[in-house]
């Protein structure tokens, strides 16, 4: 009998940075400095996003919204299950350990 087990990698999670650097900056064939001065932000900003230093956040979120021309809640989104995907990582443990409630 045999005893092989299935390893199961799980990938980095992906930073919104790499998506706007990747899908968005690269896509549409634009700098961080047009990206920046086009939505009113300092450079470093955009820089510090694209490289995973920096979170997306609301303010960020709509003004990339409105400058791509999609919904804002797209950027939080990707901020937020980045987020929830490093959480879950650093404390699986202890979620597991939480028993759920019982409703009678």
């Not at 003004?63 to 809640?73: K, N």
């Not at 950027?75 to 759920?100: C, F, G, K, M």
Request: aromatic residues 8%.
């Amino acid at each position: 009998m045999s005893n092989s087990s299935t390893i199961t990698e799980k990938w980095a999670p992906i930073h919104p940075g790499e998506v706007l650097m990747e899908d968005f900056i690269n896509g549409f064939g634009i700098t961080q400095n047009k990206l920046a001065v086009s939505i009113g932000v300092p450079p470093r900003r955009i820089n510090e996003i694209v490289h995973g230093k920096r979170a997306i956040t609301a303010d960020t979120a709509l003004r990339l919204g409105r400058y791509f021309g999609i919904d804002p809640q797209f950027w939080l989104n990707l901020q937020s299950h980045y987020e929830l995907e490093l959480a879950e990582d650093r404390v699986a443990e202890q979620i597991a350990a939480i028993t759920p409630l019982q409703v009678a």
